[in-house]
């Protein structure tokens, strides 16, 4: 069985190839003109109004350069998207991603969990509260991103939708805010791969995971307990005396 | 972005946990070796990559150039119009300057004679006009967003008249599928589709926020329309062209894109 559906998994890198290219040429085109505010007006919510990006942040070498990468990457993030979402909607995947009842509850014990105040990992399914929260939240901040996105490309054609966010000015705010939720969203990620469950990483390759490996079976925080029994023997669950049970409500 | 020394990061950890035969009971190899073609993959990339990105992806970027085109033109309605909130304040004198000439073109009439407007190409009428025969034509303004492709804007009221007067003025054939803007300001143009050449905001402008233009924004005239980025709107008119083929643009044989519709 694998962890990950091969359209799961070629869906995954295309888009983090994609969304690279979208966020680098994006604030490439956001530098022509790091700013919101309108010629002879000013903008009340971004403290860094023509402060540009650092270039090394930057894709696309020149404002064209970047618009025609922009342009062209921004059809292959939303088919990619489109066709992500509609597997999971038609494969059953979206059952892992969906909030749950309790999930605050089940998202407060793993940040308990994450600062040490509780001890042993929450139980979870295949994936914790905190993933579903974040790759749940992904796709809709990326739809967000698409509309907003295709708002300030079409404000004249499409000036209804533009309109409902505010106009122009507003609809190029909320793009950017989208991209840094993304970014955020990303890091966070990242880190977290990197930092407590590396093995999931062949997972979204071949599909392969060892269950026995997950960060519930090594009781693993970021940095804590990376390589099982040798890094100081992870408690295994049944033996903990804990008084966790109670804490989590039976799952199926 | 990719970057050769991300190769590291995941490498780094094995390092740390050190021991070889757990290493491999882990089947760290594999995922080293994962990572090192991965950071080989990201060097090659970069390698072939000039600041632009990969040379190869040209071919692509110009495909995805010609679709976009097409659903552009798609999106396209001489009935979506371009109406700036009440609030949005008009720029004013802060109203950006542009041109590609080193120093503001200004029409030298001692030099040129009297300046004039050319309408011609495919038209039955070809047409010479001054500011004043301009200015006895049906007069249109809107106030209206510039939208420039750096990806500011900027309201300002423009006046003059509508093309679609003009082109009627001059008997345009119907077959004419592309218009070019042609200028002083060194040899700035830019060609546009037909269909949004007649949109009823695309105007052939004199005058800004009730002035006639100064050089600093295009005097005599300029086209302007909302359904066009900035530089598409060419500033210092002297001769617009019907024409059967597009002839591309000064900015739009420069990489960006021919199309440029908002």
């Known amino acids: 069985m694998k962890r990950h559906h091969a359209v799961v998994r070629v869906t995954h890198w295309v888009n983090a190839i994609a969304l690279t290219i979208m966020i680098g040429s994006g604030l490439r085109i956001f530098n022509a003109y790091p700013a919101f505010a309108r010629r002879g007006e000013t903008f009340c919510c971004y403290p860094f109004e023509r402060r540009p990006i650092p270039a090394s942040l930057t894709f696309g070498g020149w404002l064209a350069g970047a618009r025609n990468w922009h342009f062209a990457m921004m059809w292959v993030l939303a088919l990619n998207g489109l066709v992500y979402l509609g597997f999971i909607y038609l494969h059953g995947e979206w059952r892992d991603l969906v909030p749950r009842r309790g ?10 969990f994450y600062l040490t105040v509780r001890k042993d990992h929450p139980r979870q399914g295949k994936h914790n509260a905190l993933q579903r929260l974040a790759y749940f939240s992904m796709p809709i901040v990326g739809v967000v991103a698409v509309v907003t996105g295709i708002a300030i490309w079409k ?40 930092t407590v469950d590396p093995y999931s990483i062949p997972s979204m390759i ?4 060892r269950e026995d490996l997950s960060p519930e079976a090594r ?6 307990h990376l390589l099982p029994a040798a890094a100081g023997a992870p408690p295994s669950l049944h033996s903990s005396s804990e008084a966790s049970r109670d804490d989590v409500p039976p799952r199926l | 972005m990719t970057s050769p020394r991300g190769s590291d990061t995941p490498a780094s950890w094995v390092r740390l946990a050190g ?8 089947g760290i190899d594999r995922r080293r070796f994962l990572a090192a073609s991965g950071g080989a993959l990201g060097a090659l990339f970069l390698a072939a990559c000039d600041s632009q990105g990969p040379r190869s992806a040209q071919a692509i970027l110009k495909f995805a150039e010609e679709r976009n085109e097409a659903v552009e033109r798609a999106l396209l309605s001489h009935t979506s119009m371009n109406v700036p909130r009440r609030s949005a304040k008009a720029a004013g004198e802060r109203f950006p300057s542009y041109f590609v000439s080193r120093q503001v073109p200004v029409w030298d009439e001692s030099a040129r004679g009297p300046w004039r407007l050319e309408v011609g ?69 830019e060609s546009w589709d037909i269909e949004s050449a007649m949109h009823p905001q695309t105007l052939i402008v004199y005058a800004q926020d009730g002035r006639y233009l100064n050089p600093a924004w295009g005097a005599p005239a300029r086209v302007y329309s909302p359904v066009k980025l900035g530089y598409k709107n060419t500033k210092y008119l002297t001769k617009i062209m019907f024409m059967p083929e597009r002839n591309g643009g000064y900015w739009s044989d420069r990489g960006y894109e021919w199309y440029g519709g908002v």
Not at chain 1, 103 to 112: H, K, L, P, Q, S
Not at chain 2, 150 to 165: C, K, M, Y
Request: charged residues 20%; contains cysteine.
């Open chain 1, 103 to 112: 999930i605050a509850r089940d998202a407060w014990e793993m940040v308990r």
């Open chain 1, 219 to 224: 009781n693993a925080r970021p940095f804590v």
């Open chain 2, 121 to 189: 190409g495919m038209v039955a009428k070809p047409l010479q006009l001054s500011l004043a025969d301009l200015g006895s034509l049906p007069r249109t303004g809107y106030r209206l967003y510039h939208f420039c492709v750096e990806g500011w804007t900027a309201v300002a009221v423009r006046t003059g008249v509508r093309l679609s007067d003009l082109a009627r003025a001059a008997g345009a054939d119907p077959k004419a599928r592309y218009v070019d803007f042609q200028s002083f300001d060194d040899n700035y143009h």
């Open chain 1, 206 to 209: 071949t599909g392969k995971y």
């Open chain 2, 19 to 26: 021991q070889t035969h757990q290493a491999e009971r882990l």
């Open chain 1, 155 to 194: 404000p004249v054609q499409l000036s209804p939708l533009t309109n409902l966010l505010g106009g122009y000015v507003w609809a190029r705010y909320w793009h950017f805010l989208a991209m840094l939720a993304l970014v955020a969203l990303t890091l966070g990620h990242i880190f977290m791969v990197f």
